[in-house]
Every structure is written in structure tokens, then in C-alpha cells.
């Protein structure tokens, strides 16, 4: 895995976009699994900006939703698709076609299977935040390394980190999430971290064993990994 450390979270999140942007420019059908969450929002912002600006567009690509909260209203802001739509998707030029999210209202289990033949080979890219617990996606503690798309509970941590997320105290117990197999299969993986209060949990990545007790660290050995960190991140 490579490590790129920025000064500040303004380089973080200006180098991250540049490189996202020249990704697009080169491969304008470009395949990307995408979070949500905080950290990648000055990302999120810095691309939107570039596609008002011209300089880049989405409109040959699709984006692949990372995870989903289950138990949750579809209109819920919330949600990790109305997230992302705010965030993101609502500011760029991607046709509604291009976007592949997660209903949940029927087979979860079959979703998940129609799901994983959707991303078939892999996407080219996925982005991903860090839980301090370590988590990808929703892959919590105890998730393997060749775990799929799939139904799993929330670590009561994550159900609780969840709280900035929703206007209301109803939070998620469980998701659906792209499984760590599922994110090995992309052609890049890139991890995003981002002020002091990852600084614990990039030291472990870094510098742990390998082990499905932080599942980030199942994806060390990926071909084209990247963990990308701001200084407070990178501060232990
Ligand atoms: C979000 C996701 C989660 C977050 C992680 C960090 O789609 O998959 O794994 O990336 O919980 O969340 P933030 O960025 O809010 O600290």
C-alpha cells in the first residue's frame, strides 16, 4: 500500500480531487465506488466545482453506491444515497442511469446477489472513508477478507458515530455494504483519512498486523492501494 501524507486538510482534499479529476480524464467511462460519510465531502466539493467549471465530466461514468443503512425512510437525508446526491451527485453532470444504489425494500439478499453482478469484474476505482474501529464500507470487525455484497449489523460504535449523520435519534443497525472482496476486486482502492480523531486507527493500518479484526488492513496488500491522510491524521 502506498501512504501520500498532505500538510493540511486542504492539500488532502485538493490532491485527492486532482487525482480523481485526471482518472476521469483519462478513462472517461471510468467505473467508481464512491462513500459517504464526512470525510470525503471537501473532496465531494472540490469535484463539483470541476465539473461546473468544465474541466472535467462524469457523463460516460457510473458510480457504484458503497453502502446503504437499512431500517431507514427512503426520503431520510440521512440515507447514504440522499447523502451522496447532496453531496455529490446532485452538483455533477452524471446521467440518473449511471447511478447504482441499493432499494432494500424487497429481497435484501437478492439485491445483494444482482448487486455483485453489477460490479461483475470489479470497479475501476473505490474511494473509501475509515471507521475508527477500522471498518470499510460497513464491514465491520470480523468481516473477511473475500466477504461479497451483503446484509451485516452495525458495531454498536458505528451505530453510534451514525448520530451526525440523522436529524432524529432513530439510527441504523444494520446496512448493506460492498463486501472487502468485493472492493479487492477494483483495479484501485484509495483510503481516506482525515483529522486527529483517525489518527489511532491509520496508526494500526499502517503498522498492524494485517488482521480481520480491522478490516482495512485486509486491503494492505491490494495491488494498487493508496492511503491518503491528512497531517492530523498521520499524528500518532
Ligand atoms: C460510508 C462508509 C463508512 C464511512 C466511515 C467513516 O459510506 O462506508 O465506512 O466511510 O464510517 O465515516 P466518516 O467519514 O463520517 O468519518
Redesign the pocket.
Same mark, same amino acid.
Given at each position: 500500500m502506498r501512504i501520500l501524507r498532505c500538510d493540511s486538510l486542504d492539500d488532502w482534499a485538493e490532491h485527492l480531487a486532482h487525482l480523481l479529476i485526471s482518472r476521469l480524464q483519462v478513462t472517461p467511462s471510468l467505473r467508481l465506488c464512491l462513500? #459517504? /460519510?464526512? =470525510?470525503?465531502v471537501p473532496v465531494y466539493d472540490r469535484i463539483s466545482d470541476a465539473v461546473r467549471a468544465g474541466r472535467v465530466s462524469f457523463r460516460q461514468s457510473e458510480v457504484f453506491l !458503497?453502502?446503504e443503512f437499512g431500517g431507514v425512510a427512503p426520503d431520510d437525508p440521512g440515507r447514504?444515497d440522499r447523502m451522496l446526491s447532496r453531496f455529490l451527485l446532485d452538483r455533477i453532470d452524471l446521467p440518473p442511469d449511471g447511478f447504482h444504489r441499493f432499494t432494500l425494500d424487497g429481497d435484501i439478499d437478492g439485491e445483494c446477489r444482482a448487486f455483485e453482478r453489477l460490479i461483475g469484474s470489479g470497479c475501476d476505482l473505490t474511494l !473509501?472513508?475509515? /471507521?475508527t474501529n477500522g471498518?470499510? /464500507?460497513?464491514n465491520e470487525p470480523g468481516s473477511s477478507a473475500d466477504s461479497l455484497t451483503r446484509r451485516v449489523d452495525l458495531a454498536p460504535e #458505528?451505530t453510534a458515530?451514525t448520530a451526525?449523520y440523522f436529524d432524529h435519534d432513530r439510527l441504523p443497525t444494520w446496512g448493506v =455494504?460492498q463486501g472487502i472482496g468485493t472492493i479487492r476486486r477494483s483495479g484501485e482502492v484509495w483510503l481516506l483519512a482525515a483529522g486527529a480523531g483517525k489518527a489511532a486507527i491509520v496508526d494500526r493500518i499502517v503498522n498492524g498486523p494485517v488482521t480481520v479484526d480491522v478490516p482495512a488492513t485486509l486491503l494492505r496488500n491490494h495491488p494498487s492501494a493508496l492511503l491518503v491522510v491528512d497531517r492530523d491524521a498521520s499524528a500518532v
Open positions: 462513500p #459517504t /460519510g464526512v =470525510t470525503p !458503497l453502502d447514504c !473509501l472513508g475509515i /471507521g471498518h470499510v /464500507g460497513m #458505528t458515530a451526525r =455494504t
